[in-house]
């Protein structure tokens, strides 16, 4: 079965614990993407990776870092989280970049950072 | 810069109501245009998609037609379920650009 895969799905922890969410697809996809999720606010890009080792910044990558060694996975770093990192959080891939090829969605991660 | 803006939720309506969500969008360029749907617990999945001007897209008896000119993809249905109670998101894609811009969502409660 096509899909994304994060884990945790949850997670509670306290500030300056160092953590990892991981992403993996099994579609072959070139291109991954990062959104974290707040009320009011919709989706937003924190870092996209185009294929492997190419990654760079979205709208919101302050205090988040990633990695892209295997085309299928995606990590999520956050060195240092601090709670207004508490969010949830969504790993998207897609075959490319085109206009119109559509973001396939893992079911998130919901993180909280005391 | 780009953005999407849709009708502020909750919206609950009864069992078999006509359903519209409205979305409008500002873009610097010529976008294609998403709903995607995001069910309790669940990431979010693509409802339709339309990528060019009066293009409708339609799946699971939703549909959203692109207007240029209004700078429009509002959503309907025309009798909504129990089964479609979900949060909407709308979202727009530019050509050559790396991600989605997406709105802030609408959350749907359908009574029975």
């Known amino acids: 079965e096509a899909q994304v895969t994060q884990n945790p799905r949850y997670l509670i922890t306290v500030t300056g614990k160092k953590l990892t969410v991981t992403c993996s697809q099994n579609?072959?996809?070139?291109?991954m993407s990062w959104y974290r999720q707040d009320p009011g606010l919709g989706l937003r890009q924190i870092y996209y990776?185009?294929?492997?080792?190419?990654?760079d910044k979205g709208d919101v990558p302050e205090g988040y870092k990633v990695s892209r060694k295997e085309k299928r996975n995606f990590p999520l770093i956050l060195e240092s989280p601090s709670p207004n990192q508490t969010s949830l959080y969504f790993c998207?891939?897609?075959?490319?970049?085109?206009?119109?090829?559509?973001?396939?969605f893992g079911d998130g991660t919901r993180l909280s950072i005391l | 810069g780009d953005s999407v803006t849709q009708m502020e939720g909750p919206v609950t309506l009864s069992e078999e109501a006509f359903l519209t969500i409205n979305c409008t969008y500002t873009a610097t360029g010529y976008p294609s245009l998403f709903w995607y749907v995001q069910y309790p617990g669940e990431g979010l999945q693509l409802l339709l998609k339309a990528t060019k001007a009066d293009d409708k897209g339609s799946n699971k008896g939703f549909e959203a037609t692109y207007r240029k000119e209004t700078t429009s993809f509002h959503l309907e249905k025309g009798s909504v379920q129990v089964s479609d109670s979900a949060v909407y998101f709308c979202?727009?894609?530019?050509?050559?650009?790396?991600?989605?811009?997406f709105g802030q969502g609408t959350r749907l409660t359908i009574n029975p």
């Open positions: 990776s185009m294929n492997v080792e190419v990654t």
């Open positions: 998207a891939s897609s075959l490319s970049v085109g206009t119109d090829q559509p973001q396939h």
């Open positions: 579609m072959n996809h070139e291109y």
């Open positions: 979202a727009l894609k530019l050509r050559g650009a790396q991600k989605l811009v």
